[in-house]
């Protein structure tokens, strides 16, 4: 017999749990970056493996490049809609979000990821919103996000993987997650991206896009923190309109 693997445990609202849970088994794919297993997920407590940490390197990163790829390519049933038991009404971070399905990625974008974090934060975004047919790029189809694709959910570990935890999954468009990705940083992140685009390379201008998909975690910062996130994601809005 095998290790006893070590357990996380999270205490959290009923709804978090639950949206944690079925993103958790939404995002375990064949060929995709490793997730903890979902041991039990009741009355807002979640029980996870627990992962041991390792240090971060250029074999890991192009591998988890790769897997990243062939994550989003296993796609979703719409765009905005909630993993298989999934909550519509799930969280980031600390605040709400809601999985509505929706057939179109630029208005549900606009609607469901700009316009309500951009009202509460006070920010004015109706001219990015106005536009987001024409910034929004070649249509996709719906990509199997993480959703909350931040460095300190990207865990390199002491098994040379790179494994994803905490997410805030559902269907959305790929360009997002390597948005975040880029926004706070990520090691090697140059060689995920190359190996990334070896087994799904990314539509053409995709770098000037990255500002809009920025908006919402930026706005959601925004929501939370206040301060310096409502200036950067003006200056991200004002980026993604010069794309």
Not at 56 to 80: E, I, K, S, Y
Not at 83 to 106: D, L, Q, Y
Not at 133 to 162: C, F, K, T, Y
Not at 201 to 221: E, N, S
Request: proline share 9%; aromatic share 6%; with cysteine.
């Amino acid at each position: 017999m095998g290790p006893r693997t070590a357990l996380r445990t999270k205490h959290q609202s009923p709804s978090a749990t639950a949206a944690e849970a079925a993103g958790l088994r939404w995002l375990r794919v064949s060929g995709g970056p490793p997730v903890p297993s979902v041991h039990s997920a009741t009355d807002g407590v979640l029980v996870i493996d627990e992962i041991p940490h390792g240090t971060p390197n250029l074999q890991a990163a192009v591998t988890f490049g790769r897997r990243l790829a062939t994550l989003h390519l296993a796609g979703a049933d719409a765009f905005g809609a909630p993993p298989p038991g999934g909550p519509r009404e799930a969280t980031i971070g600390m605040t709400s979000m809601v999985n509505e399905p929706a057939a179109s990625w630029p208005s549900w974008f606009a609607s469901q990821r700009i316009e309500p974090y951009a009202l509460e934060a006070g920010i004015d975004m109706r001219a990015v919103c106005s536009r987001i047919d024409e910034l929004a790029g070649p249509a996709e189809p719906p990509a199997r996000l993480h959703g909350d694709l931040w460095s300190g959910n990207v865990l390199w570990g002491a098994d040379g993987q790179v494994w994803l935890i905490d997410p805030a999954a559902h269907g959305g468009h790929r360009e997002s997650d390597l948005a975040m990705l880029q926004l706070f940083g990520c090691p090697f992140l140059d060689h995920v991206l190359g190996a990334y685009q070896e087994i799904a390379p990314l539509a053409d201008g995709w770098q000037a896009r990255v500002p809009l998909h920025q908006l919402f975690p930026l706005l959601v910062h925004a929501v939370l923190f206040g301060g310096g996130y409502r200036s950067q994601a003006v200056a991200a809005a004002r980026a993604a309109l010069r794309g």
